[in-house]
């Protein structure tokens, strides 16, 4: 049986890029979640339209986080806290891909260490020990992602401190076309959500849209 | 006129390999620098046995630093604090390349952000706003560089405040084989000092030497 992924916040800028993909690879049931329930099923029937075919669904975050396998959180920084508070009963048990950048506005792209070490572990401070958490797909920009079918060329690093976890991660990683790598504890997840920042200074610089990053020497 | 390039400390892993490349470009002078003046001669020989001719030479760190325009730090973290204490005032006025990764042994694959920051801010801290303190050079193997005069498919991510100590840094790149790319200001070297304990920790997972990143999409 299918598992089945709900991005919560999925509605922004990196959740219908992924939530198209992992649909479209036909390994996943795919749920989109946000606060509002019409915005979750306005925003998959228009991912259902460029399938051509339904097979997402939009719910509350609520409802979706209590019907998923995997849950994928995408929201900005300082939804993050508010959100998992929300939802920490619902998630116990669960596996929660983190896909939160803590970026500091307005410069966004300078580094910001949180003070709970790194997004990921502020989130899995919130959850508790029942609750599997694992740091990932902060660095693929959203155009490649909305590219639709494409492999995009930027590797998904996956910090977390439970492998099975990691290689739940690592296989959404691959369905959504990029490599999935294994970049360590959930610690390491300051680098790994660090790395955007960088990477947007990197854009400015370039006056490029996707700036990513692969590993070589592997 | 070329400019004068002392590799610090550059007897260990990394120096032989960046300072033999930066001889052989003919765009630097060398000089390996070491605490003791007869293990720097020793490895200049030794690096200009290999070049069959006389380009490097090797004096003390402080006669190094004293003959250098730019000076580059290749030691490890535990010496870092007490190398630039000692070369503080030689150092005024000039760029300082600062290689140093934060590892704290013996978890050398988990992510450790120094009480500073970085590694970089803490040499900025200790040489005062009178050094240009560049954050470069952590990610590439020693092995790979000891390959003498192949490029290397690992970018070079240069952090740092000073736009003109960053130049020299990606011509420093370059000149070694590699790209380098402005990566913003000093604060985001957190990022790139930790990344290679990430691809320390990639290299022992899949039985590697030599993992590197590159960035894609510019």
């Known amino acids: 049986m299918k598992k089945t992924v709900a991005v919560l916040g999925g509605t922004g800028n990196e959740g219908p890029g992924l939530a198209l993909r992992w649909a479209k690879s036909g390994r996943y049931e795919v749920i989109i979640g946000s606060r509002q329930a019409e915005k979750a099923e306005r925003v998959a029937a228009e991912l259902n339209q ?13 409802a979706a986080a209590q019907a998923a396998d995997i849950c994928v959180l995408t929201v900005p920084y300082s939804a993050q806290g508010p959100t998992l508070t929300g939802l920490r009963e619902l998630l116990q048990g669960k596996i929660l ?54 492999h995009i060329d930027c590797d998904v690093l996956v910090c977390g401190d439970d492998k099975e976890a990691k290689a739940e991660a690592i296989a959404l990683a691959e369905a959504a076309g990029m490599r999935g790598i294994d970049a360590g504890p959930l610690r390491n997840g300051v680098v ?27």
């Open 50 to 62: 460029k399938l051509g075919q339904n097979l997402l669904r939009g719910l509350t975050n609520e």
């Open 192 to 218: 790994v959500e660090g790395l955007t920042a960088v990477l947007i200074g990197i854009n400015i610089r370039h006056k490029a849209k996707g700036a990513g990053i692969k590993i070589t020497g592997i």
């Open 97 to 150: 891909i983190d896909v939160t950048v803590p970026l500091q506005p307005p410069k966004v792209s300078h580094v910001h260490v949180p003070p709970g070490g790194s997004a990921g572990q502020e989130a899995q401070a919130i959850l508790g020990e029942g609750v599997r958490v694992v740091s990932a797909f902060q660095n693929v920009g959203a155009a490649h992602l909305a590219e639709g079918d494409s």
